[in-house]
């Protein structure tokens, strides 16, 4: 059984930051993709970041350049670190991981950590 358990979120101002973490158990980060998913209610989620078994990374074009997905496998841990961030950040943000490859079917999900950015 594969659990994810998110933290970092909180209330900041236009151009602040956040660092999230997601804490994984179970022997799956090496070999999973994952990513970090970001939610506003009455919409569905949409992916902010991904990063691969080899580390390659793709992120939502409206986060480029602000928004950094990293990894470490050692203490089975994923981050997002927001910079900059604006308004239209605002939302629930969750960490999972795909079944196969970096597409389709999640495997696991967090909770959820919720940030609000005000102006």
């Known amino acids: 059984q594969v659990e994810l358990v998110e933290s970092g979120g909180g209330s900041v101002q ?15 980060m090496k070999t999973s993709c994952m990513g970090w998913w970001s939610q506003v209610p009455g919409q569905g989620m949409v992916r902010v970041a991904r990063i691969d078994p080899l580390n390659v990374t793709t992120y939502l074009d409206s986060v480029k ?3 950094t997905i990293s990894k470490d496998n050692a203490k089975n841990t994923l981050y997002l670190q927001m910079n900059r961030l604006q308004p239209e950040d605002t939302a629930m943000y969750f960490c999972a991981a795909y079944v196969v490859g970096c597409s389709g079917a999640l495997r696991a999900r ?3 950590t919720q940030v609000t950015v005000s102006s």
Do not use: A, N
Request: hydrophobic letters at 25%; aromatic letters at 4%; one cysteine or more.
């Open 65 to 67: 350049g602000r928004f």
């Open 14 to 28: 236009t151009g602040g930051s956040l660092r999230l973490s997601c804490s994984v158990s179970g022997d799956i």
């Open 110 to 112: 967090g909770e959820g």
